[in-house]
């Protein structure tokens, strides 16, 4: 039986639409870039897997094990950038855009013209509606997902860009014929959780409902925790 374990400020038991679960926070080693995936999986997850376990892990990971990173050195940063960087409040998720490198990101990813959209929507939102979220839902997923550029976290991997992984589905459904575990690729923070990817299995137990519940308060945590795999077991029986 393993020994669940929450970062500080989160909690290890939850209730799911009437289920009780156990959540374990799993501390790996250090992840450099080009690092193994399957082998994180091999070595952290293997051996305390039980069949009816879900296993979570965040998305700029598999990201940074793929290698799917940008170096801050080959971006130019405009001047759009950097006056539209200067228009965005930080957040307790972290910096986000207000970072002139995200946001030139977002410039290079989605486009100037949408971009400018998108923020000139997310004035009218907050003025007249009093409501936020305007400019990421038109900017898109991708922009919404970059991590790293100096935002928060580990300084060796927080320097870099790392955007969403392309390959979330793949991996997932390798990981599930490989060693039978049901893996989540989710994009989270502490201000959202968004579920990339998947295995099969997944939504034949669980709705999607279910799911984000059970990642909402970002159980992997904001900063340098190391833990960005979360298990979820069922607590009955324990």
């Given at each position: 039986m393993?020994?669940?374990f929450?970062?500080?400020?989160?909690?290890?038991?939850?209730?799911?639409?009437?289920?009780?679960?156990?959540?374990?926070?799993?501390?790996?080693n250090?992840?450099?870039?080009g690092?193994?995936?399957?082998?994180?999986?091999?070595?952290?997850?293997?051996?305390?897997?039980?069949?009816?376990d879900?296993?979570?892990?965040?998305?700029k990971?598999?990201?940074?094990?793929?290698?799917?990173?940008?170096?801050?050195?080959?971006?130019?940063v405009?001047?759009?950038?950097?006056?539209?960087?200067?228009?965005?409040?930080?957040?307790?998720?972290?910096?986000?855009?207000s970072?002139?490198?995200?946001?030139?990101?977002?410039?290079?990813?989605?486009?100037?013209p949408r971009?400018l959209?998108?923020?000139?929507?997310?004035?009218?939102?907050k003025?007249?509606?009093?409501?936020?979220?305007?400019?990421?839902?038109?900017?898109?997923?991708?922009?919404?997902?970059?991590?790293?550029?100096?935002?928060?976290?580990?300084?060796?991997?927080?320097?870099?860009?790392?955007p969403?992984?392309?390959?979330?589905?793949e991996?997932?459904?390798?990981?599930?014929?490989?060693?039978?575990?049901?893996?989540i690729?989710?994009?989270?923070?502490?201000?959202?959780?968004s579920t990339?990817?998947?295995?099969?299995p997944?939504?034949?137990?669980?709705?999607?409902?279910?799911?984000?519940?059970m990642?909402?308060?970002n159980?992997?945590?904001?900063?340098?925790?190391?833990?960005?795999?979360?298990?979820?077991?069922?607590?009955?029986?324990?």
């Amino acid at each position: 039986m393993i020994e669940f374990f929450a970062n500080p400020g989160k909690i290890v038991d939850i209730t799911v639409n009437g289920v009780p679960y156990k959540r374990h926070a799993i501390k790996t080693n250090f992840i450099e870039i080009g690092d193994s995936y399957t082998a994180l999986i091999e070595k952290y997850i293997v051996p305390i897997y039980e069949e009816g376990d879900l296993v979570f892990s965040a998305s700029k990971i598999l990201s940074i094990c793929s290698s799917n990173v940008i170096n801050p050195d080959d971006m130019k940063v405009g001047k759009w950038a950097v006056y539209l960087s200067g228009k965005v409040e930080k957040t307790p998720a972290g910096y986000g855009l207000s970072l002139p490198l995200k946001m030139q990101y977002a410039i290079d990813t989605a486009g100037l013209p949408r971009i400018l959209f998108a923020a000139a929507v997310s004035v009218v939102g907050k003025k007249l509606f009093r409501r936020k979220g305007w400019f990421y839902k038109i900017a898109g997923k991708k922009v919404t997902g970059i991590d790293g550029f100096g935002d928060a976290g580990q300084e060796a991997n927080n320097l870099i860009g790392i955007p969403l992984p392309d390959n979330a589905r793949e991996i997932c459904d390798e990981i599930y014929s490989k060693y039978g575990i049901c893996l989540i690729v989710t994009d989270t923070n502490d201000l959202a959780s968004s579920t990339l990817a998947a295995s099969a299995p997944v939504y034949k137990k669980w709705t999607k409902k279910d799911i984000a519940e059970m990642i909402q308060d970002n159980p992997y945590g904001q900063g340098n925790e190391n833990t960005p795999f979360i298990l979820i077991r069922r607590a009955e029986g324990l």
